[in-house]
């Protein structure tokens, strides 16, 4: 996230510029900008850098930033000048200080999360599922839940530079993650408008908010464009971008990308909490009414997007935060888990590298699952007013998470820290969070690596889909004819057909259908 410069500068300081004025000035040695009533020039072909800047740099210890000065020409020059100064050096500072300061500090000891926090499957009654059904329907169609979507990433481990909601897994019918979600915002509309507001001109629509990165905004922003937003008011749609950090040597310092510029990356999907903030968006949601917040990645293609049910049973349990959650496969699956921090302490997500195997095997024995069992697949869901919290509390906190990476530089790749926040971060300042238990093979069907991986693909994924869906046509009475055997295919449903399954018998029942196809109206 970028301040003004003028928060770091004195008054009789330079202001430096980047982006559309600075590109302007590049074909003069000397760059100017007003402030206030003063106007100061730079000279780009002075042989030290501007002293005001150094000192600044120097009051951080990353006055090492300036090093090839003299090695640059005027024009690379303005390039650096302005890049350093579209940097929130306190912050960043700050960021750098207390995340290095709380590496290998003691954390509380990890406890299972206590049964009364979780809805299984079993344990649910149809009744129950029903009520929370009209219950969210009815939030929905008083305009009282956001969609808040991650999709910040690109599809690089798919073999694809475009945003990762871009890629079409290869259902019959062609639709990317980015239309498969926003058909289902679309059918979850048409449900509430039908079940509470029958009858009734009014209609609020599902706000969805959707995070990009430097690196995919313009391209995601450009996709929904040239495909007509899917259906969906382009005024619905609201795109931010997620911020970045510099990205640092072992000793804190700024690793340099090139000789002007600084190394930097997304500041990791957790950055959404900053971001929301210093975009006014959280504003905005209360601004529109919102209440709740549905929060979930771009790369799960069984996901219920504003699932009615989840958004009852959070409402009815009156908690800051809920989490759909998964039964982990086993011991070593590769999965971060919800924990209890210290007996009675809040929930929170532990990554499966911080777990020793030991303690990942152990057994409960009352219920005979896995003590920490419960898989954290970042479908979650939060009030308003804990956002504004969360927001606020990581901010003041300003710990990130340190990860040892090969970043580009000067010196070729080199080995640095790169500083991220989690989406799951939030819940360690969670007063109450319910975990909210959901089937595999119903919600979650992950997109992370490219097809000839051992999981997570887009055929993993497809099939997924195609053998839920084959499920629904079966149980409203369908039939399925197929050339190739049933678990290598199956038929799609269209969102804009059914939700989740229900009100399929008319498309169905008696008809027979040839895999693969899609259903659609």
Known sequence: MAISPSLYLSPCEAQWQTGTDAEAESSHPKGRREMGELTVAVDYNASSPPQSLLERLKDYGQEDSFALWDELSPEERQLLVGHIGSLDLPRIDRIIRCSLRSQGLPAPSIEQVPEKCVSTVEERTLEERERWWKIGLKAISEGRLAVLLLAGGQGTRLGSSDPKGCFNIGLPSGKSLFQLQAERILCVQRLATQSVNEGSASFVPIHWYIMTSPFTDDATRKFFESHKYFGLEPDQITFFQQGTIPCISKDGRFIMETPYRVAEAPDGNGGVYSALKSSKLLEDMAMRGVRYVDCYGIDNALVRVADPTFLGYFIERGVAAAAKVVRKAYPQEKVGVFVQRGKGGPLSVVEYSELDSSLASEINQQT????????????????????????????????????????????????????????????????????????????????????????????????????????????????????????????????LCSYAGENLESVCRGRTFHAPCEIAF
């Open 368 to 495: 005979g699952r896995l003590r920490l069992c419960w898989s954290n697949v970042c479908l979650h869901m939060f009030t308003l007013d804990f956002l504004n919290q969360v927001a606020n509390g990581l901010e003041k906190d300003s710990i990130y998470h340190i990860a040892e990476k090969k970043i580009p530089s000067i010196h070729g790749f080199t080995m640095g820290l790169k500083l991220e926040q989690f989406i799951f971060d939030a819940f360690a300042y969670s007063p109450s969070t319910a975990l909210f238990e959901v089937l595999r093979e119903e919600e979650f069907a992950p997109v992370k690596n490219a097809n000839g991986s051992n999981f997570d693909t887009p055929d993993s994924a497809r099939l997924l889909v195609l053998r839920l869906h084959t499920r629904w046509v079966v149980a409203a009475g369908g039939f399925l004819t197929h050339s190739v055997p049933l678990y290598a295919t199956g038929v799609e449903i269209s969102p």
